[in-house]
């Protein structure tokens, strides 16, 4: 069993639906980050969170850490947020966190 | 730059063939990480520096893979004997420090043939 699991794996939204994509982990962590990746290989940081609640314009992420997920929101979705959302955990304490990944979901919106 | 820079993008090996991948982090992170992402997969850590330290190498899959920060700051990949199984995206990233938001480039795509 992987220490990140994503759900789902693939995504296929109409413009406008909101959209959940959750990760759940099974260790410790000292931070859970989402991140986007674009066909071509870039990787931009959506969120960095150890608790609660982030957003940054119609992206929403949460934490929970008793239960070990965490969810990314994606509000009034559009055609550019095709990509894909990756979760990772970091696990350092002492020195950086090298990040541990989920296997990605790949969403797709549709006009 | 602005941002982490990696070259080349992309890179066609031959089997048997040593390559060497580049890492140009934002000036003045301190930690670099390389990751190795296969086709489909999520990224999985390689090795991780702390300036010029090498402090986590756990993760190279082989002796043919060797790392390399020698300044603190441009570090480099590099894989002796190249096999098809090496066939991957290799992605840096960079940090300003312990626990904060990762940078990545937009990592150098490896084909061995």
């Known amino acids: 069993k992987n220490e990140v699991e994503q759900s789902p794996q693939n995504l296929t939204a109409q413009e406008g639906e909101f959209i959940t994509i959750n990760c759940s982990y099974s260790?410790?962590?000292?931070?859970l980050h989402w991140l986007q990746q674009h066909p071509g290989g870039g990787i931009v940081s959506l969120f960095m969170?150890?608790?609660g609640k982030k957003k940054h314009g119609r992206l929403i992420a949460t934490i929970n850490i008793q239960e070990k997920h965490s969810s990314l929101h994606i509000t009034a979705s559009h055609p550019r947020d095709s990509a894909v959302y990756i979760c990772a955990v970091g696990r350092g304490t002492g020195t950086a966190s090298k990040l541990t990944f989920g296997t990605g979901t790949r969403l797709q919106v549709t006009l | 730059g602005a941002g982490v820079s990696q070259s080349p993008r992309y890179k066609v090996a031959k089997r048997g063939q040593d390559v060497a991948l580049r890492c140009d982090p934002i000036s003045g992170h301190v930690s670099l990480f390389w990751y190795q992402q296969a086709l489909g997969q999520g990224p999985e850590f390689l090795t991780y520096?702390?300036?010029?330290?090498?402090?986590?190498k756990s993760g190279l899959p082989s002796d043919r893979f060797f790392a390399e920060r020698p300044e603190g700051s441009v570090s480099t990949l590099k894989i002796q004997r190249t096999q098809q199984e090496d066939s991957a995206v290799y992605l840096c990233?960079?940090?300003?420090?312990?626990?904060?938001?990762?940078?990545f480039g937009q990592g150098t795509r490896l084909t061995v043939v």
């Open positions: 990233a960079s940090s300003p420090g312990r626990n904060t938001e990762a940078f």
């Open positions: 520096f702390q300036n010029e330290a090498q402090l986590d």
């Open positions: 969170l150890s608790s």
């Open positions: 260790v410790g962590i000292s931070a």
